[in-house]
């Protein structure tokens, strides 16, 4: 009986942390900003913490369509962000890295320093959602 009992919570236990190891987003808490500028110099990192913002991107970056590929983008890319996820309050905020390229058809090419993500693209309205808080943030300006 005792051997059922521990067989019982080892698979519990099992069934958790594989469900567990799916998830792979937490809750985006703030992004970091870097312009390229003129010059190709990256500028200052600049912070977006309001919610709405968060809230807004949060849901622009998961419209992204990603394929595992490896490319090599000719220009520097016109912006660098950095995004901040909180998946328990007592642990440190993961981050990951994209870097972006509007393109002239409006929409947007992402490269991520995510294994599992690591080439994607925006459409339009998803591109034009990064355009208006990412560059046109009153922060970023």
């Known amino acids: 009986m005792r051997k059922i009992i521990n067989f019982t919570f080892l698979f519990a236990f099992m069934l958790l942390l594989?469900?567990?190891?799916?998830?792979?987003?937490?809750?985006?808490?703030?992004?970091?900003?870097?312009?390229?500028?003129?010059?190709?110099k990256y500028e200052e990192a600049l912070m977006i913490t309001d919610n709405e913002s968060i809230e807004l991107l949060s849901e622009a970056f998961k419209q992204i369509k990603w394929d595992n590929r490896m490319v090599k983008i000719a220009r520097k890319p016109d912006l660098k962000a950095t995004l901040f996820y909180t998946f328990d309050e007592n642990m440190p905020a993961r981050l990951v890295e994209y870097e972006i390229w509007f393109n002239e058809s409006g929409t947007a090419t992402?490269?991520?320093?995510?294994?599992?993500?690591?080439?994607?693209?925006?459409?339009?309205?998803?591109?034009?959602?990064l355009i208006n808080i990412l560059l046109k943030h009153p922060l970023v300006q």
């Open 18 to 40: 594989v469900g567990c190891m799916g998830e792979d987003t937490g809750q985006l808490t703030r992004v970091d900003v870097q312009k390229n500028d003129a010059e190709e």
């Open 110 to 129: 992402i490269i991520s320093n995510n294994e599992n993500k690591s080439y994607g693209e925006l459409d339009k309205e998803s591109a034009k959602t």
